[in-house]
């Protein structure tokens, strides 16, 4: 007996469909893992020569392909910048999950300060890039905005944890403490790095002594507070 296939004249098999989905996945997959290796061809370029050696052309030079490529996967050298700068934010946010956790908050808060310390030694080119202004032409949009405070959310929960216990005071906004803490070890780290507090040594005292001034100042505020409270 003769079988005769009657197909749908037109319309794709669903074994076809299947094949036309797993394509076109696999073509995004592929532009996908071509970006993963151009960032860590520019971030190797970026921390063994810094922020100003990473152009275009360099980075297509280390992946031997042409600029039209790299062009075509991030349009121009200010989003590479931006993918770089996530990739920093990244790092930042392991520096900081990396630190024991601690029932002392006043403790865990200086072992944060401790920590993005290390952070700005350790990737100096990527703080640079990030906070330093090396790119002049990137300025980070609200994608690299996130990145940053995905980054810095550990402190965002122990300072609003210190605040829901009353180890700091709740008068201000909990972003806005943030920001205080964050501006003034910024501002130890520009200052080291322009070579206004000598050598790393040196410099490293003045942070740590920022850090805990500021820590301790910030408990000691709620805790006069409370006191003055119960009278």
């Given at each position: 007996?003769?079988?005769?296939?009657?197909?749908?004249?037109?319309?794709?098999?669903?074994?076809?469909?299947?094949?036309?989905?797993?394509?076109?996945?696999?073509?995004?997959?592929?532009?996908?893992?071509?970006?993963?290796?151009?960032?860590?061809?520019?971030?190797?370029?970026?921390?063994?020569?810094?922020?100003?050696?990473?152009?275009?052309?360099?980075?297509?030079?280390?992946?031997?392909?042409?600029?039209?490529?790299?062009?075509?996967?991030?349009?121009?050298?200010?989003?590479?910048?931006?993918?770089?700068?996530?990739?920093?934010?990244k790092l930042l946010a392991?520096?900081?999950?990396?630190?024991?956790?601690?029932?002392?908050?006043?403790?865990?808060?200086?072992?944060?300060?401790?920590?993005?310390?290390?952070?700005?030694?350790?990737?100096?080119?990527?703080?640079?890039?990030?906070?330093?202004?090396?790119?002049?032409?990137?300025?980070?949009?609200?994608?690299?905005?996130?990145?940053?405070?995905?980054?810095?959310?550990?402190?965002?929960?122990?300072?609003?944890?210190?605040?829901?216990?009353?180890?700091?005071?709740?008068?201000?906004?909990?972003?806005?403490?943030?920001?205080?803490?964050?501006?003034?070890?910024?501002?130890?780290?520009?200052?080291?790095?322009?070579?206004?507090?000598?050598?790393?040594?040196?410099?490293?005292?003045?942070?740590?002594?920022?850090?805990?001034?500021?820590?301790?100042?910030?408990?000691?505020?709620?805790?006069?507070?409370?006191?003055?409270?119960?009278?």
């Amino acid at each position: 007996m003769k079988v005769i296939l009657i197909s749908n004249e037109g319309k794709p098999s669903p074994s076809t469909e299947r094949a036309l989905k797993t394509y076109q996945e696999a073509r995004l997959q592929n532009t996908e893992n071509l970006r993963k290796l151009v960032v860590e061809a520019a971030a190797a370029i970026l921390q063994e020569e810094g922020p100003e050696a990473v152009t275009v052309r360099r980075v297509s030079q280390r992946m031997g392909c042409s600029t039209k490529i790299i062009y075509s996967l991030f349009i121009n050298k200010e989003g590479l910048a931006q993918q770089l700068y996530l990739e920093g934010c990244k790092l930042l946010a392991r520096s900081f999950e990396e630190v024991p956790p601690s029932s002392e908050l006043l403790q865990q808060l200086l072992d944060l300060g401790e920590a993005f310390w290390q952070f700005a030694q350790d990737y100096s080119s990527y703080y640079k890039l990030m906070f330093g202004g090396a790119f002049a032409e990137f300025k980070p949009d609200a994608e690299s905005m996130q990145g940053t405070m995905t980054a810095i959310h550990r402190l965002l929960i122990l300072i609003n944890t210190a605040q829901q216990q009353g180890q700091i005071s709740d008068q201000e906004e909990t972003r806005t403490l943030v920001s205080t803490i964050w501006a003034s070890l910024h501002g130890v780290i520009h200052l080291y790095m322009g070579g206004f507090l000598g050598d790393v040594t040196s410099a490293h005292t003045v942070y740590k002594q920022t850090m805990d001034l500021m820590s301790h100042a910030l408990f000691a505020a709620s805790k006069a507070d409370r006191e003055e409270g119960k009278k």
